[in-house]
T-cell receptor, first 115, second 114 residues
Framework: DVKVTQSSRYLVKRTGEKVFLECVQD?????MFWYRQDPGLGLRLIYF???????EKGDIPEGYSVSREKKERFSLILESASTNQTSMYLC??????????????FGPGTRLLVL | DQQVKQNSPSLSVQEGRISILNCDYT??????FLWYKKYPAEGPTFLIS?????DKNEDGRFTVFLNKSAKHLSLHIVPSQPGDSAVYFC?????????????FGKGTKLSVKP
């Protein structure tokens, strides 16, 4: 059974704080992704990684950084949280390859509120 | 510019009837398409997919149809159940695209009324 876990379901932070969101998958997937979901905007890709220590910018990387020191763990970092980063953050993982291997499996999400 | 479009933000259907969710795309390089279902405060879950070499894929109450010439796909749910009420996202991937990346639509919120 595929499993992607995220460290927190709900977080409340203050403007300017450094925020760490952790994601762990137990499926030995090479690819990992961070998205944010906002009403009316769907899922927007922040960063992704296709191997340990590798990272690529997605569509909206500004204000975020990531870390992938181990294959199973992908961290999203908000260096200085701002109110416009209040959102639902979703982590996903997948195998490399094409077709069915591209299916991404998502964690439960972290709802972040920045005050 | 949106490469994957779900033009209906919401859809309301009576229990037992058919739900049809639509998705249009612009990139002719897309060769694999997926539907995800998302409940509030949960992550999306994979529902069904289709390769561009097919025009139909069925899994129980869920069927996805692909019309490549129209760059259109649809998800049919028959019969609809109240538990199907969720946001449905269409996603696509491209040959030669960034490894493993999916392009998502903005979602359609389905409400199935008892």
């Amino acid at each position: 059974d595929v499993k992607v876990t995220q460290s927190s379901r709900y977080l409340v932070k203050r403007t300017g704080e450094k925020v760490f969101l952790e994601c762990v998958q137990d499926m030995d997937h090479e690819n990992m992704f961070w998205y944010r979901q906002d009403p009316g905007l769907g899922l927007r890709l922040i960063y992704f990684s296709y191997d340990v220590k590798m990272k690529e910018k997605g569509d909206i990387p500004e204000g975020y950084s990531v870390s992938r020191e181990k294959k199973e763990r992908f961290s999203l970092i908000l260096e200085s949280a701002s109110t416009n980063q209040t959102s639902m953050y979703l982590c996903a993982s997948s195998l490399p390859g094409t077709g069915i291997q591209e299916t991404q499996y998502f964690g439960p999400g972290t709802r972040l509120l920045v005050l | 510019d949106q490469q994957v479009k779900q033009n209906s933000p919401s859809l309301s259907v009576q229990e037992g009837r058919i739900s049809i969710l639509n998705c249009d795309y612009t990139n002719s390089m897309f060769d694999y398409f997926l539907w995800y279902k998302k409940y509030p405060a949960e992550g999306p879950t994979f529902l069904i997919s289709i390769s561009s070499i097919k025009d139909k894929n069925e899994d129980g109450r869920f069927t996805v149809f692909l019309n490549k010439s129209a760059k259109h796909l649809s998800l049919h749910i028959v019969p609809s159940q109240p538990g199907d009420s969720a946001v449905y996202f269409c996603a696509a991937s491209a040959r030669g695209g960034s490894q493993g990346n999916l392009i998502f639509g903005k979602g359609t919120k389905l409400s199935v009324k008892p």
